[in-house]
């Protein structure tokens, strides 16, 4: 993630430093790094660090590229956040099995819709977030192991690579429709383009888009598809570029 005041950092700091009076064991771990515009930002977590003498509890990492292998390792996972899109590191961790802690706003709800996936919090409420936190470090291993299985197959049933591909192919049936020139597939060809998705994903992530267009790699696979798919190979083509930078970092997960 990233440390900038929409993600609520100063929020979750003030409820973990209520939490850990009574849950002393507890350790936070904070991922992400910064930019120049908001290093103010990271001053104040920081301060806020010092202040209430976390310094023992709680290790700010920044940037990491291993960040997936650390979620392998926690008990849980919080999102604070005050605004969201599609939160990817709540994908990611779901997808992991961690269970997750959650505040109740768009983007964060359209994953953890209700709380059999995980506990959902008021946003912009340090209250709020402490007691899901406590709430979170009193449960059962066998409740915890719950909310890993709920979650896990919450974002395999409605976040895979087949599942985004077919609702963006939707999405593009629905910008387009008024175009008679252009058709789109019936749902025994979607696997079809699941198929060649996941390979243009593997070779775009490699080589990069100036690479993949340069040397026109998949291009014939891509073009024929297209053209069968969409009645033109352009139209075809572009599609999956599309697609690969409208979900990028989301869809490697199953």
């Not at 969201?84 to 768009?106: D, F, K, N, R």
């Not at 979170?136 to 591909?165: C, P, W």
């Not at 008024?178 to 490699?206: A, D, L, Q």
Request: aromatic share 12%.
């Amino acid at each position: 993630s990233r440390l900038s005041p929409e993600k609520g950092i100063l929020d979750l700091l003030a409820a973990f430093s209520r939490a850990i009076k009574e849950k002393p064991d507890l350790r936070l771990i904070i991922i992400g790094g910064y930019s120049a515009e908001h290093e103010d930002y990271y001053l104040k977590i920081k301060s806020l660090v010092d202040k209430e003498n976390l310094a023992d509890y709680i290790r700010i990492l920044g940037h990491r590229q291993d960040a997936v292998k650390i979620l392998k390792c926690l008990d849980f996972y919080i999102s604070a956040s005050l605004s969201e899109g599609l939160p990817i590191s709540m994908l990611e961790a779901l997808a992991l099995g961690v269970p997750t802690i959650a505040t109740e706003i768009t983007g964060n709800k359209d994953i953890l819709c209700n709380s059999t996936f995980g506990v959902l919090v008021e946003p912009d409420s340090p209250e709020s977030l402490y007691k899901g936190i406590v709430k979170m470090a009193n449960l059962t291993q066998n409740e915890r192991d719950s909310f890993s299985r709920n979650g896990y197959n919450r974002i395999k049933n409605h976040f895979s690579i087949d599942e985004m591909v077919i609702k963006t192919v939707l999405l593009y049936k629905q910008v387009l429709k008024k175009n008679s020139g252009i058709h789109f597939p019936e749902k025994k060809n979607w696997g079809k383009i699941c198929f060649w998705w996941k390979k243009f994903v593997e070779k775009i992530k490699i080589l990069g888009e100036k690479k993949i267009r340069e040397k026109k790699i998949f291009s014939g696979k891509i073009f024929s598809l297209g053209k069968k798919l969409f009645g033109r190979k352009k139209i075809g083509g572009e599609f999956f570029f599309g697609i690969f930078f409208f979900l990028e970092g989301g869809g490697t997960y199953f």
